[in-house]
């Protein structure tokens, strides 16, 4: 098991910044990708980005690339998400996850949320 941890969320104007926090404890040695992922009111949760732990590789969704980058810290097993030039079409509830295996494309850990609200 991984237990997950967000924090960070908070109400910023557009253009602002936030950077959001994701500390894992428990099989951290188990997480091959950490994952970001949100959630609007009335849509589906979609995936942002993610950070593989092996080589810190980063994948983004076109919507964040250039404004939002993913990093790591392995001492302190957390994933940050710094998240620039906010939109209000970046409002939602952001969950970090992990997906244990190269061979299983699923998520299986997953957080709290944390919310973000970006104000026009």
């Known amino acids: 098991q991984v237990q997950l941890v967000e924090s960070g969320g908070g109400l910023v104007q557009a253009g602002g910044s936030l950077r959001l926090s994701c500390a894992a404890s428990?099989?951290?040695?188990?997480?091959?990708?950490m994952g970001w992922f949100r959630q609007a009111p009335g849509k589906e949760r979609e995936f942002v980005g993610a950070?593989?732990?092996?080589?810190?590789?980063?994948y983004y969704r076109d919507s964040v690339k250039g404004r939002f980058t993913i990093s790591r810290d392995n001492a302190k097993n957390t994933v940050y998400l710094q998240m620039n030039s906010l939109k209000p079409e970046d409002t939602a509830v952001y969950y970090c996850?992990?997906?244990?295996?190269?061979?299983?494309?699923?998520?299986?850990?997953w957080g709290q949320g944390t919310q973000v609200t970006i104000s026009s």
């Open positions: 950070i593989r732990w092996s080589n810190s590789d980063t």
């Open positions: 428990g099989r951290t040695f188990s997480m091959f990708i």
């Open positions: 996850a992990v997906r244990p295996s190269a061979a299983d494309p699923q998520y299986h850990y």
